[in-house]
Structures are given as structure tokens and as C-alpha cells.
């Protein structure tokens, strides 16, 4: 897993590498800008686009100023420095780096007020003004001429962060921020990149090697973790000979009602394809002739027949809620489960049923995965104001229950029972439909089943889950939940190979 780091872990990782590698702190600035305009020339290899780098202060605008005069050595023509300096507060990494530029005979602009604004519309604008570490709201001139950026009509391109969104923390609706259509950033993504709040700031982000310490940064001490693909297949254990359906559990879906049994059918075809030795659902006896039509793989159970403890005691992991409904009788069946001692997925109506019963929250067994949308988590822990008051809550029930939440986002939170967060890079916004939810949940399900452990089982399932949907939407615009555990197969095999 990736590290993620906070701004003081970031400074503490650059200061390490400049003491390791016997450099200076300017040398660094050359080295982030140079991995910078590598990237940005990628993207925007025309050297006849007309670019305005504005450049703040401090040590971002003083990346940004090498990466003007790298530009220029790159032979883009069309470049003008503007300084940003209402407060009169330029940093000794900067003044070097003025020095350096002007020798460069590059037009250099000095922004007094913020009416001595301009751009190119459909010109690019990269924006280097201050960089990580904020923690409060831009001053009115800075204010203003973010205002402006943002009205500019030009590509706005940020340097490590857009100007006025933290790091990390609670991101202030209200405060100002660079709406950035590219934010091109330094060894890692910030923590708040992946936080929903973040969507006014940030189009699209990618990450610029400046060759800090990796081994330095992997030791910090933190919360955050971005999932990557190698540390997915660490975890799947591919098939091995001699193996057969025992071997690979039996997993029980409890889901479904007269009128919703598309849930129950995704969610049990998800925990076929995603590699459960057997699937038992167990659904409302109207649903039968559409699951041997649907599924004729998947074993049925009459939902009434599951009365007591001893009903359950065949299964190696049980999931329930998609599409349950909240009646008392899903009260009673959730209640039920909780005492069964088997490995145990809530979704969905179990998780509404839950929420209607807050006395059964600190019955949930250690173990147990809760995979809530927002809605629902707020129905469950109270109302929150920001996603990062989420996370914080998610951590302290996580630590003190034992639990696994799974928190679904575009980039899914899985928190674990030590209160780590493991952030799911895959997936897009063509799962923009209903019952994607349901396949999420059979997959993990099949997966406890097999006898991962729930944080793996959750992490892994997430990564599965949205791989598939990135391999669809290679070549479509929108994806059906059914399409999407249909490719769940081929993922896994692309896993273990």
C-alpha cells in the first residue's frame, strides 16, 4: 500500500532527501519542476499554446518559475511570468529563482492589484501561487484572483495542489479554491484529493516523481493508504490443483423481496463470478423461477426457513441486505445474524434496519463488514457536515467494535479495525447506476467465503470491482451492474497471472 502523507510528513520527507542525497532545498525545486514540465509536456505538447504561469511567493511559485524557464528551453513560445505578491512576503527560495529566470529574457509581468489580471482565453494557465500546507481562507486579493483564474476561460493547470484546497482536513465549501482542469503533483496524491469535496478543485490529477525517499516515506507513521494493483495481487491466492467447490466455501446471500429481486440476482451472480464455491440465496419463494433462470449455478433457500442459529451453521459467510426491504421481519433476520458466529456482510436494507435499531450497532460482531453509501453511514452514526467528519467516525467505531466499514465513494474508504484507511483507486463514472452496490457486496461476500480475512476480503473486493468497470468503460459510456459482474472472471485471472 502507498502511503499517503500529510503536508508536515511531505516537508519532513523532502528534508530527509535533502540531507540524504547532500543536495539543497533549491536543487529539490529544480528537480520538482523539471519531473513537472515532463508530465505537462505530455499533455499539452503544442509549443505554440499561449501560457500565463502565475506565481505566488513562496516555494510553489518558485516551481513555478524553473518551470517557465524549462518551458522555454523545451521551445514553448508563448510565455509570460506574472508575480503574485500582495503581501510582500517572497521567500529566499524564490528571490533565488527570480534571479535565475530573469537572465532567461522571458516576459515578466508584477501583479500589484488584481485588476493588472490577464490570460489568454483557451490558453493554458499554470498556477503556482502557494502549494500545500493551508489550513485557513485565501485573504480578499487572493480571493479575487482566484475568481478570476477561474473565469480566465483558459486550461488551468496546477502545480503540486490547486491554490486554496488543504491538504488535508475539512474542505470549506465556502473558501476559495483554483478550479483546476489538470493538477499535476509532487511523489504522491494529497489525502483530500480523493474526498468528494474535492470535485470543484480537481478534473484530473497525476503524479510527478521527484525521486523522494521511498523508504522513508513507507515508514511514516499514517492513516491513509492508496491501494495499487501489486499489493492486490499479493493478496489473491490463485487456484491451486487439486482443489474443488469445498475448498472455496459456500457463501449464503440473504437478499431480495417480491418486488426487488434485481438485488438479490446481482448480488448472488457477483458472488458466483467472483469465485464462492457454492452461492446459496436466500430469497423470497416468487423469486425462484428467476433465479434458475438467471442463475441456474446459484442454490436456493426459502428466506423463512432461516430461523435460528442452527439454520446457518452450513455457510462459511453470510451477506444480507440488497434489496431486503425494511420490514420487521429484516429486523429480526439482521438480529439473527449477529448472534450466528459466522463471517458477516451488511449491506444495504440490513444496514437501514440497523439504523432504525441503534441498540443492535454495539451487538455487530468483530469482523463484521458494513459497506454503507452516505447516505445510509449517516443514517447509522448521525449526520455529518464533511466527508473527512466521516472518516473520523468511521475510524473510531472501526478501532473500538472490531468492525470493517466500507465506505462508498468514487474512491471507496475501507477502513479497517485499527482505524487505517485504504483508499480503492479504480472504478469511474460510468457505474453511475443502480445495483452496482450489490455486486460489490457479492464479490466481498465470495471472498470471505474463500477465508479472506474481512479488511483484505473488503480492499480486494473494492480494487476487483472497479477494475472490471475500468476494463468496460475502456470502449462504453455507461456500464450495467450485470455487464460489470460478468467481467469479474477475467479480472481475476489478469490478478494471478
Not at 323 to 328: D, E, F, H, N, R
Amino acid at each position: 500500500m502507498q502511503q499517503l502523507l500529510t503536508t508536515e510528513q511531505m516537508r519532513a520527507a523532502d528534508q530527509h532527501t535533502i540531507r540524504r542525497e547532500q543536495i539543497t532545498e533549491n536543487d529539490l525545486i529544480d528537480r520538482a519542476a523539471g519531473a513537472f514540465v515532463s508530465l505537462f509536456a505530455v499533455e499539452y505538447p503544442d509549443r505554440n499554446l499561449a501560457i500565463d504561469i502565475y506565481c505566488g511567493p513562496g516555494n510553489n511559485g518558485a516551481d513555478g518559475l524553473v518551470i517557465a524557464g524549462l518551458l522555454q528551453q523545451m521551445d514553448y513560445q508563448r510565455l509570460i511570468i506574472h508575480l503574485c505578491d500582495f503581501d510582500g512576503k517572497a521567500q529566499p527560495a524564490f528571490l533565488v529563482k527570480l534571479e535565475w529566470v530573469r537572465k532567461k529574457k522571458l516576459t515578466i509581468r508584477s501583479l500589484g492589484v488584481v485588476s493588472d489580471f490577464e490570460a489568454f482565453p483557451n490558453g493554458i494557465i499554470i498556477e503556482a501561487l502557494f502549494g500545500s500546507g493551508l489550513n485557513k481562507p485565501l485573504a480578499r486579493e487572493w480571493a479575487e484572483l482566484i475568481a478570476l483564474i477561474n473565469q480566465s476561460g483558459a486550461h488551468i493547470v496546477s502545480v503540486d495542489i490547486p491554490a486554496g484546497l488543504p491538504s488535508e482536513g475539512v474542505i470549506n465549501p465556502d473558501w476559495p479554491v483554483v478550479e483546476a482542469e489538470l493538477v499535476i503533483s509532487f511523489q504522491r496524491p494529497k489525502i483530500n484529493f480523493f474526498f468528494p469535496e474535492s470535485a470543484t478543485a480537481i478534473n484530473g490529477f497525476i503524479i510527478a516523481d521527484i525521486e523522494l525517499d521511498e523508504g522513508f516515506i513507507q515508514q511514516q507513521d499514517g492513516v491513509f493508504h492508496l491501494v495499487t494493483e501489486n499489493d492486490i495481487k499479493q493478496i489473491i491466492k490463485p487456484r491451486k490443483r487439486f482443489s474443488h467447490k469445498g475448498t472455496y466455501g459456500h457463501a449464503l446471500v440473504i437478499a431480495g423481496h417480491e418486488d426487488t429481486m434485481g438485488a438479490a440476482l446481482l448480488a448472488s451472480s457477483a458472488c458466483l463470478y467472483a469465485g464462492a464455491g457454492l452461492t446459496t440465496a436466500a430469497i423470497p419463494s416468487s423469486g425462484l423461477t428467476a433465479l434458475n433462470t438467471a442463475l441456474p449455478e446459484v442454490m436456493y433457500v426459502p428466506s423463512l426457513r432461516l430461523t435460528d442459529k442452527a439454520s446457518l451453521q452450513s455457510y462459511s459467510a453470510i451477506g444480507a441486505g440488497p434489496g431486503l426491504g425494511k420490514s420487521t421481519e429484516t429486523l429480526n433476520k439482521v438480529s439473527l445474524l449477529l448472534d450466528a458466529g459466522k463471517p458477516l456482510l451488511l449491506d444495504a436494507d440490513a444496514l437501514n434496519c440497523l439504523a432504525q435499531e441503534k441498540t443492535l450497532l454495539e451487538q455487530i460482531p468483530a469482523g463484521t463488514i458494513l459497506t454503507p453509501h452516505m447516505k445510509e453511514f449517516d443514517n447509522l452514526f448521525g449526520k455529518h457536515e464533511s466527508w473527512w467528519e466521516r472518516i473520523e467516525t468511521a475510524r473510531d467505531w472501526t478501532r473500538r467494535k472490531q468492525f470493517v466499514i466500507v465506505l462508498k465513494n468514487q474512491y471507496t474508504f475501507t477502513i479497517n479495525e485499527q482505524g487505517k484507511v485504504f483508499i480503492n483507486p479504480t472504478g469511474n463514472p460510468a457505474m453511475a447506476q443502480g445495483g452496482m452496490g450489490d455486486v460489490l457486496s457479492g464479490i466481498i461476500l465470495a471472498l470471505l467465503a474463500q477465508g479472506y480475512h474481512p479488511a483484505q476480503a473488503a480492499i480486494t473486493g473494492c480494487y476487483i470491482h472497479g477494475k472490471s468497470a475500468d476494463k468496460l468503460a475502456r470502449c462504453q459510456a455507461t456500464i450495467r451492474a450485470s455487464e460489470l459482474a460478468a467481467g469479474i472472471p477475467q479480472i481475476l485471472y489478469e490478478l494471478t497471472k
